[in-house]
């Protein structure tokens, strides 16, 4: 029996994935610092260069090596340098989160570049980062190019930890708690022609755990600014509407002021505890919106955060908005997320709806639901 309590798209989306569009603005000069390694055979491969790693990305580079000889490959002798660079270095200025380089230039030489920002590596957590790694390791190392289609499984997950940007998020191929995936997804790495697992089976019975339709307590809902730094002023208010909703009278909303600051966001949230549920079930928040003008330098996202302890305040997973929208009337738009594989360890789900704006605009939100898919 399953048990849940109460306890954004421009309309352009902003999905996080390796191989993405970085923002700008950190500087790494103080920052990067290389070493040389060495495996321990006196020589470092054929390349004539010393390896050059960064002391930040060393430990991803390890744990993939590592990886690879507990299932046979040995890498070592690969020469590769594995740098942090800022936005304005990186080769080619590709304008991606990372590159991976398998004969960097003509050189013989492999390479990876991670960019150095909040949003492609500071900011990150530990797994987020090694799915980073591991996907540029996969080019720069095994020379793996991106899978074709199709990208994911029938039950939404990738395929590969090669899924290209634009279909699958290159920072949570796989999370904490789902060490069953991790393992799939590296010994892909080594061969593409590997059995589908039982887990990427399609998920067809389903459940509707919560309708809620907004009442005027918003009963449950946490509005909350997340501002530049601590001394910027908050741009946002929150408001329960009775003047423009969808159904039951009600709508929450999100008011943006036109002095926005670029890194602000605002976004109401509401936690849900679920429990007895399969392992490697998905859950799909839909919501309905408007807004009542164009979002300056900014989107709409209902983002999906997954708990392990329903005390926590720390989440070990996001999920972002599904590109799309399905028009519900009276200048309503239907968008949704989908929380793949979710594993057994979740013991709490927070729905966020998530405003970003640096002109003056209101976004209403109606009609939210969640559904299980098993």
């Not at 459940?207 to 809902?221: C, F, K, N, R, V």
């Not at 005390?311 to 799309?324: A, C, K, L, Q, V």
């Not at 013991?347 to 209403?364: D, G, H, Q």
Request: charged share 20%; with cysteine; aromatic share 12%.
């Amino acid at each position: 029996m399953k048990f849940i309590k109460s306890v954004l798209i421009c309309i352009v989306i902003c999905l996080i994935i390796a191989c993405s569009k970085p923002e700008t603005g950190h500087s790494i000069s103080n920052t990067v610092e290389t070493i040389d390694y060495d495996d321990g055979d006196g020589n470092t491969g054929d390349g004539s260069e010393a390896l050059s790693i960064n002391e930040q990305l060393q430990p991803y580079y390890d744990r993939f090596i590592d990886e690879m000889l507990a299932r046979g490959e040995d890498l070592r002798d690969i020469p590769i340098s594995i740098l942090l660079v800022s936005p304005t270095e990186q080769s080619n200025n590709l304008g991606y989160c990372g590159l991976g380089y398998y004969n960097y230039d003509g050189t013989g030489n492999s390479r990876v570049e991670i960019v150095y920002n909040s949003r492609c590596w500071i900011n990150l957590t530990d797994i987020e980062k090694e799915n980073l790694m591991f996907h540029e390791f996969g080019h720069a190392l095994l020379n793996r190019p991106h899978i074709s289609s199709p990208h994911t499984f029938p039950n939404g997950s990738a395929r590969s930890i090669m899924c290209s940007s634009g279909y699958c998020s290159g920072f949570g191929i796989y999370s904490v708690h789902q060490d069953t995936q991790r393992s799939f997804y590296l010994d892909e790495l080594l061969d593409v022609n590997i059995d589908a697992p039982y887990w990427s089976a399609s998920k067809s019975s389903s459940t509707t755990l919560e309708e809620d339709d907004i009442t005027a307590s918003a009963s449950g809902w946490v509005s909350e600014s997340i501002l530049q730094d601590n001394n910027t002023s908050n741009p946002y208010s929150y408001s329960v509407s009775s003047a423009d909703y969808l159904s039951s009278s009600y709508a929450l909303a999100i008011t943006a002021t036109a002095n926005s600051q670029s890194n602000s966001y605002g976004n109401w949230y509401k936690d849900f505890v679920i429990s007895d549920f399969d392992d490697c079930s998905n859950i799909v928040a839909e919501i309905n919106f408007k807004t009542t003008a164009y979002l300056s330098n900014g989107y709409l996202n209902v983002l999906i955060d997954l708990f392990d302890d329903v005390n926590s305040e720390t989440e070990f997973h996001r999920y972002y908005t599904e590109p799309g929208t399905t028009e519900v009337g009276s200048g309503y738009y239907r968008i949704q997320t989908k929380a793949i594989c979710i594993p057994n360890e979740t013991a709490k789900i927070r729905v966020r709806l998530y405003m970003k704006s640096e002109s003056n605009a209101t976004a209403y939100f109606d009609n939210l639901r969640i559904i299980l898919f098993e």
